[in-house]
């Protein structure tokens, strides 16, 4: 990564004053295009695949390394796409995932937190919406916000009413399944006072 992280270093050196450059353009992504965009938002992938390998294949004294590397990739999408665009909102899902599969729910609500309200004005994101709801719910639930978690599953039950059945059938499913097992941790926690 250090190699990757040098070679970013030399490509901005091009584009920035306090690097070195003549002129700063303020706008350079929109003026410079894909020659100032694509070393960066390759340089993002990897830091991203990265992030990803060290969630899913080692364990928890990784996880702080794998939360620095995507909170880089954050900065570089919201420099490259921008806080609230489809890429951008897709990072947080997918990492949030990953990190849900490995039952790191604090880490996976701190990334999905932060697109559950800039999805709803996404466009491109608009089928993505009830996963990305559940994702969250179910980190919100096994971090014990049980009724937002509730909440969140609902959510997705109605907003997947546009969507095609396989989604829907999903929201619905997810949602039982959430309202099944909230149900039985309060009986069974009612059984242990």
């Not at 970013?8 to 003026?31: I, N, W």
């Not at 340089?43 to 899913?56: D, K, N, Q, Y």
């Not at 909170?71 to 990492?95: C, P, R, W």
Request: glycine letters at 4%; aromatic letters at 12%.
């Amino acid at each position: 990564m250090n190699n990757d992280a040098q070679v970013v270093d030399e490509h901005m050196k091009k584009y920035s004053v306090a690097q070195g450059a003549l002129v700063e353009d303020r706008h350079v992504v929109d003026s410079q295009g894909p020659i100032f965009t694509d070393p960066i938002a390759l340089f993002g992938m990897s830091l991203e695949r990265f992030a990803h390998f060290l969630v899913t294949y080692r364990d928890e004294k990784r996880l702080r390394e794998a939360e620095e590397y995507m909170d880089e990739v954050m900065k570089i999408s919201y420099q490259l796409y921008g806080a609230s665009s489809f890429h951008t909102i897709n990072l947080l899902n997918n990492f949030g995932a990953a990190l849900i599969l490995k039952n790191r729910f604090e880490s996976a609500l701190k990334y999905l937190s932060i697109g559950i309200d800039r999805i709803l004005y996404v466009n491109e994101c608009a089928s993505m919406i009830p996963g990305y709801y559940c994702n969250y719910a179910e980190a919100l639930f096994h971090v014990g916000r049980k009724a937002e978690a509730l909440e969140y599953a609902r959510k997705a039950v109605l907003l997947s009413k546009s969507e095609e059945p396989r989604i829907q059938n999903y929201a619905k499913k997810y949602l039982r399944d959430l309202e099944k097992d909230a149900k039985e941790k309060r009986q069974r926690s009612w059984w242990f006072f």
